[in-house]
């Protein structure tokens, strides 16, 4: 069980949940996996960043003056590799300005630790931005502690982690080392197995999205 106070937001969309229901499913090709993963990487990005701040501004329409507005976050995007990009695409094409760090991390099959073997980051961050960790699988939660530890020595405004499947554990783990780590997902499954595997998940999320 996830404890109540987790700062975890499941988005219990029906096209969410209908587009997660076809990425589970093992019959589903790489092809189409790959297309199922970038709409809903859409949808959480855009459930994400709801909460961005905005500034009030004039806007003339062809039929005279309104009021809109624009974004006042500074937005940073630290993809986890391999799977990450698959969401760091969604983002940029919502965001062609945003800065994008990539976090090189690889699970060691045996003890599932997350190995670094590429992080190229400044030494700092403006502080007023928001970062947002994409990662399509909170597991055990070791990649996505390790890639939050590089952010938070940071002077940051806020860290936020997005994924399509979480496991209670990786739930855990993240709120109770970074508290203030916001995570939005898709859905937070029954376990882990004895492999480290969301049960049910949807497998290994690399490796259906790039077809290894
Ligand atoms: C997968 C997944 C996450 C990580 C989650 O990546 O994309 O990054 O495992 O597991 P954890 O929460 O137990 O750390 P993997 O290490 O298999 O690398 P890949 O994306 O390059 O296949
Ligand atoms: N990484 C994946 O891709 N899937 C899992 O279920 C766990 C880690």
């Not at 189409?32 to 959480?44: H, W």
């Not at 905005?54 to 940073?76: A, F």
């Amino acid at each position: 069980m996830v404890a109540t106070d987790t700062k975890v937001h499941v988005v219990n969309h029906p096209l969410v949940q209908k587009t997660l229901t076809g990425l589970r499913d093992l019959q589903t090709p790489s092809p189409e996996f790959r297309a199922l993963a970038q709409r809903l990487s859409y949808f959480l990005i855009y459930e994400a960043l709801k909460d961005l701040n905005v500034r009030q501004v004039g806007v003339e329409t062809p039929v005279g003056p309104g009021t809109g507005v624009v974004l006042t976050d500074y937005i940073i995007l630290a993809p986890v590799l391999r799977a990450g990009l698959v969401l760091a695409d969604a983002a940029q094409e919502l965001f062609p300005n945003v800065r994008i760090y990539h976090i090189g991390l690889k699970r060691d099959e045996k003890t599932l630790e997350a190995q670094s073997y590429y992080a190229k980051l400044p030494d700092s961050l403006p502080p007023d931005c928001r970062v947002f960790i994409l990662d399509p699988m909170l597991a055990t939660g070791g990649s996505a502690v390790a890639a939050i530890s590089l952010f938070d020595k940071m002077d940051v405004k806020a860290i936020h982690l997005v994924s399509f499947v979480a496991s209670p554990e990786g739930v855990e783990k993240v709120n109770k080392a970074f508290p203030n780590v916001k995570i939005t997902t898709a859905a937070v499954d029954d376990h882990l197995n004895e492999h480290g595997y969301i049960v049910p998940g949807l497998g290994d999320a690399g490796d259906r999205i790039f077809g290894t």
